[in-house]
């Protein structure tokens, strides 16, 4: 009985063993390389498949994305003797990995060492000023030189970045220096050129007040001598009524003494004489 049971357990063993052997699972946006007798058998996509147990095995799993290799900062010279610490970033992405896997024993450190003698023969071309002003010139000249070199390898580089391009210290301090004499010297020139606009048009302000004042200068002076004009045509009538006014007799009233009984009664017998006067030419008529 213990030998049966042991028997069973030892043929669960070899069937899992051998299912662990024969199902293979590959990951999304991977590839495995699978090996007969050590000999380049297939390459796997992603999914679920059988090998031959005992007969085939992984020899490896490549990552099919795009991947980034960041390089620590190389020292490179520039064509005017200067060494300038530049920090590179390669961005890549394996399209055969097969290549990848047989043609190169670390495609990784085979690109560091391509970029870092493909950096030192471009910025070796250039002086200092040219290196710090070409970065899209150089990441241009490095892309395709790693590409054509990488191709064989089943490896597409699709960019290279400069992450930092350090010059020495003593040549970034006469840089600072330098670009604080240029922005006073912009700062100036642009001071002078307000104060320049500022006297230009005070100027035209000055010179068209002066067209204005004497533009109305000549109609300032016809309207003054049409008033006096009209001053002086005035002054006869107005002489005469002085005159009159102090010739004419007084008009102010004398008060009247109170009437007396004769008085109105002399009054009265007038004005009936009066009328009877006028009645009798109206009846002669």
Not at 35 to 43: A, I, K, S
Not at 62 to 68: A, S
Not at 210 to 237: C, G, I, N, W, Y
Not at 271 to 277: D, F, L, N, Q, Y
Request: glycine letters at 4%; a positive charge.
């Amino acid at each position: 009985m213990i030998a049966f049971i042991s028997g069973v357990v030892f043929a669960l063993i070899v069937v899992a063993l051998l299912l662990w052997r024969t199902i293979v699972i590959v990951n999304q946006a991977s590839s495995a390389i699978i090996e007969r007798f050590g000999r380049y058998q297939r390459t796997l996509t992603p999914g679920l498949s059988i090998l031959v147990p005992f007969v085939d095995r992984i020899r490896e799993r490549v990552d099919m994305r795009e991947q980034v290799a960041s390089f620590p900062p190389q020292p490179v010279i520039t064509e005017d003797n200067l060494v300038v610490s530049i920090d590179t970033v390669v961005y890549f992405q394996v399209t055969d990995p097969k290549a990848a896997t047989y043609e190169i024993s670390s495609y990784i450190v085979g690109i560091e060492q391509l970029t870092v003698t493909t950096l030192r023969n471009v910025i070796g071309s250039m002086d200092l000023e040219e290196t710090l002003t070409s970065r899209d010139a150089i990441n241009g000249q490095l892309r395709g030189v790693l590409d054509e070199a990488t191709g064989r390898w089943g490896i597409r580089v699709n960019r290279v970045e400069l992450k930092a391009i350090d010059p020495p210290p003593s040549v970034q301090e006469s840089m600072e220096k330098q670009l604080k004499a240029e922005r006073e010297r912009r700062a100036a020139i642009l001071t002078a050129e307000g104060e320049k606009q500022s006297a230009i048009l005070t100027a035209e302000g000055a010179k068209q007040s002066a067209v204005l004042t004497a533009q109305d200068r000549p109609k300032q002076r016809f309207s003054a001598h049409r008033r006096t004009r009209r001053r002086r045509s005035f002054e006869p009538m107005v002489k005469l009524l002085r005159s009159r006014r102090s010739t004419a007799p007084s008009t102010r009233r004398i008060p009247r003494r109170p009437l007396s009984h004769t008085d109105i009664s002399r009054r009265s017998q007038r004005s009936r004489t009066v009328k009877r006067a006028r009645c009798g030419s109206c009846r002669a008529n």
